[in-house]
């Protein structure tokens, strides 16, 4: 460290050349010199720091998400050209940032706006909006007690899930029927879902073999459902229901006395049933 | 060890400077009534430090054969000031088992070298931060002393260690080292 006997007074500069002499203290080696010089100033180096968001909110339409752009203001109110070093990071590393110029050199009043790119690592696992915060380091070199922070967050919109339900009747027999319902997602993310039924007469009673469900992209998941009629009155129950009343135009219904009922009643393959 | 064959040496310890050339000669005897090829090595040195004149060679029944050993090692800082043990072997080429080996020394000499640099050479603010860099190109450990002088007289040097260090001559090999166990390569004294 090379400080001068008497600090410039504010604004003004003052120039030292200096020499160092390097004496090696064995053998019959010569001493060697170099030279430099000293810029003394009143202060340290003065700058400002700013983060302007270009588009801080993106979309994650594939499940990952596009990079946040930021723009970077560096202002040196100093009196001497000053090199400013950039360094990024994120919460749990989340994110990487990328500076147009990690080294930026700002001449005395001068300002530099630098790109910032911030890119999420993480593979969106969900339809759920997300958030980044990240900040930016920025000292002058050589000058790291002098470090600035900036902080930003980036903004994940969640991407629009894309799913499809099938119910494919594997076995249609009797007041209690069996169903298979495929649930497939076709978007870029997990997703989860919750399954319930009704019937609007409620003379069903349909369960599923499970409620919540967990689908990856891509996947497609089946889930036995099982529906039952809530107490159908003796005489009305079939045991066959492969044909639709032809009356109400459903499967079965308690208390119909449609003819078309008493045709499937009494069609071979419910006779064999019995 | 086998009797069949004896090397003889002129002497067993060279001290030399690197950058020098030494010829040191040796004698192999074929003690054994067959006529052998030889093969003639060096163990224990590295092969740019030295010239074998005779790798192979045929040497009849109780004949002699002398051989010429150049040694050359380099003058920079893989020839480290310190003591070298190689050996010299001497194996039948249709029985390698029937072999001998003569231990030599190298004793290597230091020479001093370095080189100085000043980074940034020119730096702003109310007290100047620089890095010397003193590069020990020799060949042994060097303590050093550090005197700074300005254009104005008006300026404190402080170095940052400020007692005189010693700059490893293992620096250049790339391994860690030095008093405060700086960097390898290049030693520094950084200012604070």
Redesign the interface.
């Known amino acids: 460290?090379?400080?001068?006997?008497?600090?410039p007074n504010f604004g003004e500069?003052k120039?030292?050349?200096?020499?160092?002499?390097?004496?090696?203290?064995?053998?019959?080696?010569d001493p060697?010199?170099?030279?430099?010089?000293?810029?003394?100033?009143?202060?340290?180096?003065v700058f400002y720091a700013n983060l302007e968001p270009e588009v801080e909110i993106v979309d994650a339409p594939g499940g990952v998400a596009t990079p946040g752009k930021y723009k970077l203001h560096l202002s040196n109110t100093w009196s001497?050209?000053?090199t400013l070093i950039l360094e990024g990071s994120s919460a749990k590393d989340q994110c990487d940032l990328l500076f147009g110029n990690t080294r930026v050199v700002v001449g005395p009043g001068q300002s530099v706006t630098v790109p910032v790119t911030v890119t999420p690592k993480l593979r969106i696992d969900n339809y759920k909006d997300r958030s980044y915060p990240f900040d930016i380091t920025v000292y002058p070199e050589?000058?790291e007690s002098e470090s600035k922070y900036v902080e930003g967050e980036l903004k994940v919109s969640a991407p629009k899930p894309d799913f499809r339900l099938d119910l494919i009747p594997i076995e249609p027999v009797g007041p209690a029927a069996k169903y298979d319902m495929f649930v497939t997602n076709y978007g870029h993310a997990d997703l989860g879902i919750t399954l319930s039924a009704f019937d609007h007469e409620e003379l069903l009673e349909i369960e599923f073999e499970r409620t919540e469900l967990h689908v990856h992209a891509g996947e497609r998941r089946r889930v036995p459902v099982t529906v039952n009629v809530v107490d159908p009155p003796p005489d009305d129950r079939p045991s066959c229901t492969t044909s639709p009343c032809a009356r109400c135009r459903k499967m079965w219904t308690p208390g119909c006395r449609s003819t078309s009922w008493a045709r499937s009643q009494s069609t071979p393959s419910r006779r064999s049933t019995r | 060890m086998s009797d069949q064959i004896e090397i003889e040496l002129s002497k067993d310890v060279i001290k030399t400077h690197p950058g020098d050339t030494v010829v040191e000669t040796f004698v192999i005897a074929n003690r054994s009534e067959v006529n052998d090829q030889f093969i003639v090595a060096v163990e224990g040195l590295d092969s740019s430090w030295y010239e074998l004149e005779t790798s192979s060679a045929k040497i009849y029944p109780m004949d002699r054969l002398k051989c010429r050993l150049t040694l050359n090692p380099p003058k920079d800082s893989t020839a480290l000031a310190e003591t070298h043990s190689f050996s010299v072997k001497v194996a039948a080429k249709n029985d390698p088992r029937i072999e001998t080996s003569v231990p030599m020394t190298l004793v290597l000499r230091?020479f001093?070298?370095?080189?100085?640099?000043?980074d940034?050479?020119?730096?702003?603010?109310?007290?100047?931060?620089?890095d010397?860099l003193?590069h020990n190109a020799?060949n042994?450990d060097?303590?050093?002393?550090?005197?700074?002088?300005?254009?104005?007289d008006?300026?404190?040097?402080?170095f940052?260690p400020n007692a005189?260090n010693r700059t490893c001559r293992r620096d250049a090999e790339g391994k860690s080292c030095g008093p405060a166990g700086r960097s390898p390569k290049l030693w520094r004294n950084k200012?604070?």
């Open positions: 460290m090379v400080r001068p006997a008497v600090r500069t120039l030292y050349d200096i020499k160092l002499n390097v004496f090696p203290n064995i053998g019959d080696a060697k010199s170099v030279t430099g010089r000293l810029i003394a100033t009143d202060s340290p180096p001497l050209e000053t050589r000058w | 230091p001093y070298n370095f080189e100085l640099k000043l940034p050479p020119v730096f702003g603010g109310p007290t100047g931060n620089y010397l003193i020799g042994d060097v303590p050093f002393r550090m005197v700074g002088i300005d254009s104005n008006s300026c404190r040097f402080t940052t005189p200012a604070v």
